[in-house]
């Protein structure tokens, strides 16, 4: 019997070794792989935010198309394509909206600004391929008369399906880093947009990350890649492809990471402190050191955390994939995915209503009261949708001061002129407590489902031609289309 004990307690105490070595074991793998999860999550997180970057400027750029298409087809109309009235309309347009300068240019290539000055603009390729149908973006431009660097929006003129001169926007370089999102990391993040040989064309200008338009391509020496390299960038740049490097520069480490702008050959490229994106990670380190003294306790602690973080990020990942983080209602894809289906899926005796909403002279609260504000607006926006909208109907932000909402199965069309009046209305109403002297307005565009269409994108142009006629009529107000 005593030997029996004896073995018993030996072979206890061996398993108990076994254990504490299995559990150190574990903990050491935990940590390993606790850790790759902080660094993969770190680089997600900027691969994210790169394409909300990227998906934003195509958006805004988009926008700008859909307006000077809008346009274009009204220069289009006239029977002379610099009529009064047009450059009355370019004059207009450039007051609505980000554009420094819109011009009409003619066959022949003589351009004409909204200021009156004049000059040849045949040679340049931005008007040879919008004379050929294409909408287009040029690469920076230097200005002869102020020196700037600016990039030009071209959008054919077709007058009874001929093309018969072009309609063009310019955006200063240095104002086009205002369309880049906020930085998500303290501003120590830097956001560039470069050219495919890594020339910076906009940067934003807000971080001591890197010099603001110190060229990508430096040379060998600009930086000392430690994931990657300085060849294998450039290649990438050349080949269009995304893509994540890690670089050493002035005694800190950063992630520099890339992808196609799908913008002629831009790419958009950010960079930001390692310390800084693993920030949000640095808990775990605090764990570290509890599972070393706590072991059993650290083992249950550290894969609760690791089971609640993962659970949190799917989570969050999964609503911040369809909702606008700003004002609460869809973003634009899952605002498109949503209309497509229900559309599809809808009867073929109902009726479905779209709105298109936009603030009337939203620019000038961002550029009187600050974006700030205009974010105050935005969420205000947000507020009354989901107040005077059903909860079944689908509520979008599809652009920067662009909301889409789509009433579904809507019976009686004095609910549609119902809706709308009040509301501007309550718009009307609205008073931003930092603000109170701020006044909020919005112009509305309404189309149908199926008469003026069975697709998100059928029903967005014509809802955005009724949309711009509100504008002409004096804004504050809607217009169905017809």
Not at 175 to 199: R, V, W
Not at 402 to 407: K, T
Request: some cysteine.
């Amino acid at each position: 019997m005593k030997k029996t004990k004896i073995f018993s307690f030996k072979r206890y105490l061996i398993d108990l070794i076994v254990l504490f070595l299995l559990m150190v074991t574990s903990i050491l793998i935990s940590f390993y792989y606790v850790n790759a999860k902080a660094e993969d999550s770190a680089r997600k997180t900027i691969l994210d935010h790169v394409e909300g970057q990227r998906v934003h400027l195509q958006s805004t750029i988009d926008i700008q198309y859909k307006y000077m298409e809008a346009a274009a087809r009204s220069v289009g109309r006239e029977d002379e394509l610099l009529s009064s009235d047009n450059i009355q309309l370019i004059k207009d347009l450039q007051e609505s909206c980000d554009l420094e300068r819109v011009a009409l240019m003619d066959a022949e290539g003589q351009c004409t600004y909204d200021n009156g000055v004049q000059k040849s603009v045949v040679h340049r390729e931005y008007f040879q391929q919008a004379m050929d149908g294409k909408c287009t973006l040029s690469e920076p431009l230097q200005s002869m008369v102020d020196g700037d660097e600016r990039v030009i929006l071209c959008v054919p003129v077709y007058h009874e399906e001929e093309i018969i001169g072009v309609l063009g926007g310019s955006y200063n370089v240095e104002g086009f880093s205002s369309i880049l999102l906020d930085d998500i990391y303290d501003e120590e993040g830097q956001c560039m947009i470069t050219a495919a040989d890594g020339t910076v064309i906009v940067t934003n200008e807000r971080s001591e990350a890197a010099d603001s338009r110190e060229p990508l391509f430096g040379g060998n020496g600009a930086a000392e890649f430690l994931d990657g390299s300085f060849d294998g960038l450039k290649d990438d740049f050349q080949m269009q492809k995304e893509g994540c490097a890690i670089i050493k520069r002035n005694d800190r480490i950063f992630y520099l990471v890339y992808k196609p702008l799908e913008m002629n050959d831009w790419m958009i490229s950010y960079t930001v402190p390692v310390e800084k994106a693993k920030q949000p990670y640095s808990f775990i380190l605090q764990f570290e050191v509890i599972l070393s003294v706590v072991l059993a306790v650290g083992i249950l602690l550290i894969l609760f955390d690791t089971w609640r973080i993962s659970s949190k990020e799917k989570k969050n990942l999964m609503i911040s994939a369809s909702t606008d983080a700003l004002t609460g209602v869809s973003n634009k894809k899952h605002t498109e995915e949503e209309v497509n289906l229900w559309l599809e899926e809808a009867p073929e005796d109902s009726k479905q209503v779209f709105f298109m909403l936009d603030f009337d002279d939203f620019k000038s609260i961002n550029d009187v009261y600050g974006h700030r504000i205009g974010d105050e607006a935005l969420r205000e926006m947000g507020r009354l949708l989901k107040q005077d909208f059903r909860q079944e109907d689908i509520l979008g932000r599809i652009g920067g001061d662009e909301f889409a909402v789509l009433m579904k199965n809507v019976k009686d069309n004095e609910v549609i002129q119902y809706r709308a009046e009040r509301l501007c209305a309550h718009l009307r109403q609205v008073r931003i407590k930092d603000a109170p002297e701020c006044r909020l307005n919005c112009s509305i565009g309404i189309s149908y489902a199926p008469k003026d269409g069975r697709s998100y994108v059928e029903l967005y142009e014509h809802a955005d031609e009724a949309l711009y006629k509100a504008k002409e009529s004096g804004k504050n107000g809607f217009v169905f289309y017809s």
